[in-house]
């Protein structure tokens, strides 16, 4: 397998401290477990999605570990402005702030509250399973135009993570693009549902929900590839990524660095692991790697 040198790079505006970030939703309204995946090997984290206002979300069940993947439909719960005093405890750390609203004037509000400290911003403009925001706003190229304007405000980098439940998510992805960001995030989690043969309804409080893991993985790698094609900015894979040769491929796909989320379900140590298979005191340099399956 192709390894690499392990190098402070810097993503989309960003400088981190190695090419694998912790993706939003499975840790990250606490200090002390971003501060963990740091630890751990993480180049960056990401924290969960923080809204205009206090969330307690769906009513469970909100998630269900599949063979092939992690089902869930949350409801983008979250403390919302109390989060500043967890991410005061994380003062230089590598933490890109994870935010949503109903329209750019939320979306505006909410980066100003986190200004001083963010990094940069993660725009929640793909959660299947929240009326009103996450894929709701990112299927429209206009919105998410605007929104991704309304942050830039805050003279921070911006990345966008797309939806793939969408026709042409090369649409969104240029239109983010437009709109001043500094990086595109592909994907978040895909529609989906399973029912209970058992007791004759869905596995999940909130009936549909967003698949994450290794099942969607290809998904990942097509739009990381459509992207990288139709769009000038960095491309961060995020999707079904759990080992070295995962990030490989993503790279080769497109991306500049990976986002690992739903890996950490089955294995806590996951940064560690792959950093120690895909780093190398004599590996090559990702830029050699990054697009390199385009012809």
């Given at each position: 397998m192709?390894?690499?040198?392990?190098?402070?790079?810097?993503?989309?505006?960003?400088?981190?401290?190695?090419?694998?970030?912790?993706?939003?939703?499975?840790?990250?309204?606490?200090?002390?477990?971003?501060?963990?995946?740091?630890?751990?090997?993480?180049?960056?984290?990401?924290?969960?999605?923080?809204?205009?206002?206090?969330?307690?979300?769906?009513?469970?069940?909100?998630v269900?570990?599949?063979?092939?993947?992690?089902?869930?439909?949350?409801?983008?719960?979250?403390?919302?402005?109390?989060?500043e005093?967890?991410?005061?405890?994380?003062?230089?750390?590598?933490?890109i702030?994870?935010?949503?609203?109903?329209?750019?004037?939320?979306?505006?509000?909410?980066?100003?509250?986190?200004?001083?400290?963010?990094?940069?911003?993660?725009l929640?403009?793909?959660?299947?399973?929240?009326?009103?925001?996450?894929?709701?706003?990112?299927?429209?190229?206009?919105?998410?135009?605007?929104?991704?304007?309304?942050?830039?405000?805050?003279?921070?980098?911006?990345?966008?993570?797309?939806?793939?439940?969408?026709?042409?998510?090369?649409?969104?992805?240029?239109?983010?693009?437009?709109?001043?960001?500094?990086?595109?995030?592909?994907?978040?989690?895909?529609?989906?549902?399973?029912?209970?043969?058992?007791m004759?309804?869905?596995?999940?409080?909130?009936?549909?929900?967003?698949?994450?893991?290794k099942?969607?993985?290809?998904?990942?790698?097509?739009?990381?590839?459509?992207?990288?094609?139709?769009?000038?900015?960095?491309?961060?894979?995020?999707?079904?990524?759990?080992?070295?040769?995962?990030?490989?491929?993503?790279?080769?796909?497109?991306?500049?660095?990976?986002?690992?989320?739903?890996?950490?379900v089955?294995?806590?140590?996951?940064?560690?692991?792959?950093?120690?298979?895909?780093?190398?005191?004599?590996?090559?340099?990702?830029?050699?790697?990054?697009?390199?399956?385009?012809?």
């Amino acid at each position: 397998m192709i390894r690499l040198n392990q190098e402070i790079v810097q993503i989309g505006g960003v400088p981190v401290r190695n090419h694998l970030i912790l993706a939003a939703g499975i840790l990250g309204t606490c200090a002390s477990s971003l501060s963990r995946m740091l630890r751990q090997g993480a180049g960056a984290v990401v924290t969960k999605s923080i809204g205009p206002e206090p969330r307690y979300g769906h009513a469970g069940p909100c998630v269900v570990v599949l063979e092939d993947g992690v089902l869930n439909a949350m409801g983008l719960p979250n403390p919302s402005r109390e989060f500043e005093q967890e991410l005061a405890l994380l003062k230089d750390e590598p933490v890109i702030v994870s935010i949503f609203g109903g329209n750019p004037e939320e979306f505006h509000e909410v980066a100003g509250w986190f200004a001083e400290r963010a990094q940069a911003f993660e725009l929640n403009v793909s959660c299947p399973h929240a009326a009103g925001f996450g894929a709701q706003i990112g299927t429209d190229p206009d919105m998410v135009k605007a929104c991704t304007e309304a942050v830039k405000e805050w003279k921070k980098p911006v990345w966008v993570k797309l939806t793939p439940n969408v026709t042409d998510i090369t649409v969104i992805g240029r239109a983010a693009e437009e709109g001043g960001a500094d990086a595109i995030v592909a994907i978040n989690t895909v529609r989906a549902m399973r029912i209970s043969t058992g007791m004759r309804r869905s596995v999940l409080g909130n009936i549909y929900g967003g698949l994450s893991g290794k099942a969607i993985f290809p998904i990942a790698i097509r739009s990381v590839y459509e992207l990288y094609e139709a769009c000038s900015i960095p491309i961060i894979g995020c999707g079904g990524v759990s080992c070295a040769e995962d990030v490989i491929e993503m790279m080769m796909a497109g991306a500049q660095s990976v986002e690992i989320g739903s890996a950490i379900v089955h294995n806590p140590d996951i940064f560690h692991q792959i950093s120690d298979e895909l780093y190398s005191p004599n590996g090559i340099s990702a830029k050699e790697v990054v697009g390199c399956a385009h012809v």
